[in-house]
């Protein structure tokens, strides 16, 4: 079945960055455009952004365009995030989305 296990949140200070990744398995991941989404507790889950299958088209929200990079290693069946000039407003669980599929997702809390 589709799995999709992301990695790389954690704590961060203002400022700083963190680079996420998620691994696909169990489909075809090249043929999938992918994306990744934040939810804060209370809140709808939030895109954030989108890859597609050969890493040419790319899109942002608005929240995080200019400081957060989407890419993609297909040979490694893997998605990231570079993320950099974090905010608190950036803290959120992330999660890795390939069609209908969402991974468990990662956390990431920017506190001083």
């Known amino acids: 079945q589709v799995q999709l296990v992301e990695s790389g949140g954690g704590l961060v200070q203002p400022g700083g960055s963190l680079r996420l990744s998620c691994v696909g398995s169990?489909?075809?991941?090249?043929?999938?455009?992918l994306a990744w989404y934040r939810q804060v507790p209370g809140k709808q889950r939030e895109f954030v952004a989108i890859?597609?299958?050969?890493?040419?088209?790319?899109n942002y929200s608005n929240a995080v365009k200019g400081r957060f990079t989407i890419s993609r290693d297909n040979t490694e069946s893997t998605v990231y995030l570079q993320m950099n000039n974090l905010t608190s407003e950036d803290t959120a669980v992330y999660y890795c989305?390939?069609?209908?599929?969402y991974g468990r997702g990662t956390q990431v809390t920017v506190s001083s």
């Open positions: 989305n390939a069609g209908t599929d």
């Open positions: 169990g489909f075809t991941f090249e043929k999938y455009h």
């Open positions: 890859i597609s299958t050969t890493g040419r088209d790319i």
